[in-house]
Nanobody, 124 residues
Framework: QVQLVESGGGLVQAGGSLRVSCAAS????????MAWFRQAPGKNREFVAA????????YYADSVKGRFTIARDNAKNTVYLQMNSLKPEDTAVYYC?????????????????WGQGTQVTVSS
């Protein structure tokens, strides 16, 4: 019922900034909790950030807290991840995900729809 397409990934030097976006189809975008996950080569997918349906609440992984900001524009059916002070260890494929309900889950299995991912590479 929901299609998600990420964009905005690319190459950035350490200390730089990048914003990735996730565009969702349909009129039901505001009914979903949205989240970002990332997966580096050889590692499991890990939670990055989540945002509530009305954008009133956010939750971040400790590894990105203070550096990353998740936001959403329900009128544009888009969720964003602003990444500042990037580190080489932030290099990964970044995925957006949508889940029903109210809670800001950190587990992959709590989200129903996934994008294809966008590559973010941070050079040292």
């Amino acid at each position: 019922q929901v299609q998600l397409v990420e964009s905005g990934g690319g190459l950035v030097q350490a200390g730089g900034s990048l914003r990735v976006s996730c565009a969702a189809s349909g009129r039901t975008f505001s009914s979903y909790v949205m989240a970002w996950f990332r997966q580096a080569p050889g590692k499991n997918r890990e939670f990055v950030a989540a945002i509530s349906r009305s954008a009133g609440s956010t939750y971040y992984a400790d590894s990105v807290k203070g550096r990353f900001t998740i936001a959403r524009d329900n009128a544009k059916n888009t969720v964003y991840l602003q990444m500042n002070s990037l580190k080489p260890e932030d290099t990964a494929v970044y995925y957006c995900a949508a889940g029903a309900g109210y809670y800001l889950w950190t587990g992959e299995n709590k989200y129903d729809y996934w994008g294809q991912g966008t590559q973010v590479t941070v050079s040292s």
